[in-house]
């Protein structure tokens, strides 16, 4: 039974993207528009974990998240604040929030707190998938990647890459010979608000590519013209 997310997000451009990338991760997304709809769905079936804005026309990611924990509900949420906003991260953690991520984020890392934090929830549970208590590890031709661990090794040698660079490579492991735009990725890694410009995609993907090319030729990240990036895989 894959995990059953509600993300609770007024900002449509947010919300799909949530979506889309939770939904490719395999899990199964419910989406709700404000805190009353929001709390209606919550109440309404038993979710594995919430996503919920702070920010929300109407009745706030607070009061929600208030009301859950009146209800006796103790399904792990996330809470999406503003930058620099403090007070809301200690306020939605005092009020019961597992975890929280400040805008602008990557996707990238809130799937990478949303599985942290189903695991978290479930230390107890028997394990009905064998294979699902060893580490994921993901192998394209002579790549291995360790998600968890921001890991990649290359031809059977580890190659150090900073975390924006191992998040890119991950997005483009997942799309071999897709061509990923620019925005795809400035989206996934860095945030749909952030403000750095395609230049800094461009930069981490040079970075990025060089690393590859000194271990091994088989991997390589070709440019698309006024597109963006493709992983291909060298046939042997
Ligand atoms: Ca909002």
Known sequence: MPHHILVIEDEPTLSRLLSYNLTQEGYTVDTAETGGDGLLAASGRKYDLIVLDIMLPG???FEVLTKLRQQGDRTPIIILTARNAESDIVQGL?????DYMTKPFGVAELLARVSAVLRRSR???????????????????????????????????????RPKEFEVLLYLVQRPGMVVTRDDLM???WGFDYVGGQRTVDVHVSSLRKKLEMNQQSVRIDS???????LVIAKK
């Not at 994921?136 to 150090?160: F, N, T």
């Not at 698309?224 to 493709?230: S, T």
């Open 94 to 98: 005092k009020l019961g929030a597992d």
């Open 123 to 161: 230390p107890d549970e028997a394990d009905p998938d064998p294979d699902e208590g060893q580490e994921k590890i993901i192998a394209v031709g002579d790549l291995k990647i360790y998600p968890e661990k921001y890991e990649v090794v290359l031809a059977g040698e580890s190659i150090g890459l």
């Open 187 to 189: 989206n996934v890694v």
């Open 224 to 230: 698309i013209r006024g597109v963006g990036y493709k």
């Open 59 to 61: 009745m706030s990611g």
